[in-house]
């Protein structure tokens, strides 16, 4: 310790830490930062996947294109179940600062069943599109587009059993800070993928559509 320090603890007042005296940063912040780094190299992933889609997306080997394959309908209605979500999955978080169990798991529930809705209607356009011999296997366009697509999907289906958990945790632990600090983290995830799906119902879906 500095000889201004010992003086000024010796007078009664108080010194600052050292350097190596330091407090850790809370765990909130350490979290918060942890995890905005997950989902920044999550979106650099999704970027490469991305770029890989634009080069292959002509490489079709002589089988269906993107407008023979994809359902107007059933992306709008995709688009619509995920977007609706987003908005109730940020009355949850309200929910949660205003500490309304009822109102958390109405929110929380209604989040699952659109989240879950969007994954049926994609699980069951992969097997439709499998069901007419577009298989990843098929062209280069295909692999790319289902493992573009395919990312996404797991990432929902990620994130519904993610929700499951943390209402069986509000059950159990009501809301203690850890739990909260975990519900903050899926409602970022959850918007995180919403922004994702936007950009890829533009690039992959509307553009494949009209062009």
Known sequence: MSSIALEIRQLGGEALPAASEAVPAPKRIVAGFGFWVFLLSDIIMFAALFAAYAVLVNATAGGPSRAELFSQTSVA??????????????????????????????????????????????????AAMIARGATPQASAFLSAFFTLVGCHGLHVAVGLVWLVVMMAQVAVKQFQANVTRRLFCFSLFWHALDIIWVALFTVVYLMGIHL
């Open 77 to 126: 209605i995709e688009t619509a179940c995920l977007l609706v979500s987003s908005y109730t999955c940020g009355l949850m978080v309200l929910a949660v600062n205003a500490r309304q169990r009822g109102a958390f798991y109405l929110a929380a529930v209604v989040t699952f069943v659109l989240g879950a809705a969007f994954l049926a209607l994609e699980i069951r356009e992969f």
